[in-house]
């Protein structure tokens, strides 16, 4: 069974306090790992897809990275509106399981 | 704005009760997928359809149930409602078959008292 586990559950940032999201999965055989970003009451929205380790992706003020057993998000001098729910996902190459499995997220607050 | 279409937002009902949810997909798009998100369980996949066909599915209960039609609109019908299927009910659509690529609607919120 694919198994996304993400830490920290919750962080609290300074604006302009740099930090990582770490996401941790098992998947026999990842066809892609997806970064979403959720705000309160909002549907998920897609950021990043990564396929094979070593990739990295930009974009603003984030990064995201993936090894062969996790993925790092990288928060570069965050700013107030980055505030979020960051969520990973993987996708299976299996063609029976290629929904997505979700971890449960980590919330994100940067306080000016 | 995503331009994934899901009405109602908010939805209160009792126990026993059927409800539908309906979304309506990004121009174009031709698979949908519906998703449940709860505090205690984060979100969760219950089925995917493309082009009309079901695709995929997840831990959807037997009480629930779902089709596309022919104007690719989707809808969710939850039947025999429980306290326990309180949640957030997220649509989404891409539009190809197997991408990771997903854009979602903003939810509807059923709450079963």
């Known amino acids: 069974e694919d198994q996304v586990t993400q830490s920290p559950e919750a962080l609290r940032l300074q604006e302009g306090e740099s930090s990582s999201l770490n996401c941790s999965y098992t998947?026999?055989?990842?066809?892609?790992l997806f970064w979403y970003r959720q705000d309160p009451g909002k549907g998920p929205e897609f950021l990043f897809t990564l396929y094979s380790a070593g990739e990295e992706k930009e974009k603003e003020r984030l990064k995201a990275t993936l090894t062969k057993k996790e993925s790092f998000l990288h928060i570069t001098a965050p700013k107030p509106e980055d505030s979020a729910t960051y969520l990973c996902?993987?996708?299976?190459?299996?063609?029976?399981?290629?929904?997505?499995?979700f971890g449960s997220g980590t919330r994100l607050q940067v306080q000016p | 704005d995503s331009g994934v279409t899901q009405t109602p937002k908010h939805l209160i009902t009792a126990t026993g009760q059927r409800v539908t949810l309906r979304c309506s997909p990004r121009?174009?798009?031709?698979?949908v997928y519906w998703y449940q998100q709860s505090l205690d369980q984060g979100l969760q996949f219950l089925i995917q359809y493309y082009n009309g066909e079901e695709r995929a599915k997840g831990n959807i209960l037997e009480r629930f149930s779902a089709q596309q039609f022919p104007d690719l609109h989707s809808e969710l019908n939850l039947s025999s409602l429980e306290l326990g299927d309180s949640a957030l009910y997220f649509c989404a659509s891409s539009p190809h078959e197997n991408t990771g690529e997903l854009f979602f609607g903003e939810g509807s919120r059923l709450t079963v008292l």
């Open positions: 998947v026999s055989g990842l066809r892609g």
């Open positions: 996902a993987v996708q299976a190459m299996d063609t029976g399981r290629r929904a997505l499995t």
């Open positions: 121009s174009g798009d031709l698979s």
